[in-house]
């Protein structure tokens, strides 16, 4: 029982260095575009379709967060955000609106590329231990709880100031459109 215990402590105490030297410890990656991109095998049904696409310009992944960007016209982002509307398994469905032009690029990059939109994926529980930290909590049990939350936060995010119009897109009725805070 106690070697149990001992084990059981010990995993815990390395998962909570692991989370919380998350800025200090993380890897990532860019995605060639050169190449149909396959990520975690528990993605939202038809993430995959809906990144490997031409039009996609640039992406990356830093630890369990992909973010990708894709340039195109009006009818390109709609067919997009109608094939993002029917992703299941997401928290729901955002459309975030940003002011200016957007710039594809990794946080190891110094100059980008212009893009017209970003889709970003992330697991919920990931998400949450993220949230929980930046918040100040260190409760194990807090971390390991919001850790297990299933599910995955994918957001698009467009600027408005591009070559795309957003009066042009036709954005389906289950997508929240929220302008950036």
């Given amino acids: 029982m ?16 692991i989370i919380g030297a998350q800025n200090v410890f993380a890897s990532g ?14 993605w939202p049904k038809g993430l995959d379709t809906l990144i490997n696409v ?19 016209n009006a009818s390109q982002l709609t067919a997009f955000l109608r094939d993002y509307s029917q992703l299941e398994g997401v928290e729901s469905h955002r459309l975030i609106l940003h002011d200016g032009a957007g710039e594809a ?3 190891w990059e110094k100059t980008g590329r212009p893009c017209d939109w970003e ?10 231990i993220g949230v929980l930290i930046k918040q100040g909590t260190n409760s ?17 995010h467009f600027w408005t100031g591009g070559h795309i119009a957003f009066d042009q897109i036709d954005v389906p009725k289950n997508v929240e459109v929220k302008k950036e805070k």
């Fill in 105 to 107: 690029k990794s946080p």
């Fill in 2 to 17: 106690k070697l149990n215990i001992r084990r059981l402590i010990g995993i815990l105490i390395s998962f909570a260095l």
């Fill in 119 to 128: 889709l970003y994926v992330v697991p919920k529980g990931w998400y949450n």
């Fill in 54 to 72: 031409t039009n996609r310009v640039h992406g990356f992944w830093v630890n369990q967060v992909d973010t990708f960007f894709f340039s195109g």
């Fill in 140 to 156: 194990v049990e807090a971390l390991r709880k919001a850790g297990q939350e299933p599910g995955y936060i994918v957001e698009v």
């Fill in 29 to 42: 990656s860019d995605y060639p575009n050169d190449r149909p991109v396959s990520g975690s095998t528990n």
